[in-house]
C-alpha cells in the first residue's frame, strides 16, 4: 500500500479533497436519511463524488463513512452494518482513487460522551476498531479520525486504528476561537493540548477541520508548530463561516478567495490542504492549482 507520509517526506505538499455532506444533500440526501447507507443503495452516487474531487486535482480523498460507528448507525438501527457500510464506503473510494491516488477512510465522532457516562473506554475502542478494520479491507491507506471535540475519544480513536491495521493514523480536532483570540474544541481542548497528547497516543499525522475558514485555521497551524515542528499536518478548512438565511446554510469563500490563502497556510507548516463544510471540487481546483505551483 502507497505511504502518504513517503509523499510527505519527500518535501511535497499534497491536497485532499473537499466536502461531502452538502454534496449528497445536493444529490438528494434527504433529513433523517443514513448517508452511509447510500454506499450500498446509491453507489453510483457516491462514486461520482469522489471522482469529482479526483478530477479537480486532489492527491486523495476520503470515504463516505463519517458516521459508520456502531453507534452512529444505531440512529436508523443499522448497527449490524458497520462492516458492510464501511467496506463498501472504502471500495468505492479507492474505485475513484486509483492506484495512484490516497484514500483516507473517514471516521467521525460517536456523539457518545465519556465524560457523562454514556459510554464506556472498552466500548470506544470497539468500536473505532471495528469501524478501521472494515475500512481497511475496503482499501484506504489511511483512517481519517476527524471533527473531534473531546481528547480521550480521539486519543481511543487513534489507538483502535494504530492496534487493528496497518494504515497510517490521522487524526484532525474541531476548534472555535473563544474570547481573547484562542481557540478550543467544545471540551475545552487547545491545538497545542491536542498535538501532545495525539502524537503520544501514536498519531502519524495531526490537524484541523471544520468550524473555520482558512484564515483562522492559519492560527491553529502555528499553534501546533510551536509545540511540534516535525509532526505532518493536514487542514480541512471550510469555505469560510457558514451564514443561515431562509432556513438555508451558505459558505461566503469562493475558490479563489480559499485559494488566495494557501500559500500561507503552507508558510505555517501545513503539509496536507483540503477543504470541509462549504467546499465544492471548483475549490479544491483552485488550492490545487496553488500547490502545483509550489510543488515545482
Known sequence: MKSILAELNKGRILVSDGAWGTYLQQKGLKPGECPEAWNITRPDDVLAIAQSYIVAGADMVETNSFGGSRFKLSRYGLEDKVREFNRAAAEISRRAAGPDRFVLGSVGPTGKLLMMEEVTEEELYEAFKEQSMA???????????????????????????????????????????????????????????????????????????????????IGMVEEIRRVNPDIPVLVHANAGMPRFLDGVTSFPETPEDMASMVREIIGAGANIVGGCCGTTPEHISKVSEVVNSLNK
Not at 161 to 187: D, L, P, Q
Open 135 to 217: 475500512l481497511e479491507a475496503g482499501g484506504v491507506n489511511a483512517i481519517m479520525i476527524e471533527t473531534m471535540t473531546d481528547l480521550d475519544e480521539a486519543r481511543i480513536a487513534v489507538k483502535a486504528a494504530k492496534e487493528n491495521t496497518s494504515c497510517e493514523v490521522f487524526c484532525t480536532m474541531t476548534f472555535e476561537k473563544i474570547i481573547g483570540g484562542e481557540f478550543r474544541t467544545m471540551m475545552g481542548i487547545s491545538p497545542s493540548e491536542m498535538a501532545e497528547s495525539l502524537v503520544g497516543a501514536g498519531a502519524d499525522l495531526i490537524g484541523t477541520n471544520c468550524g473555520n475558514g482558512m484564515a483562522n485555521m
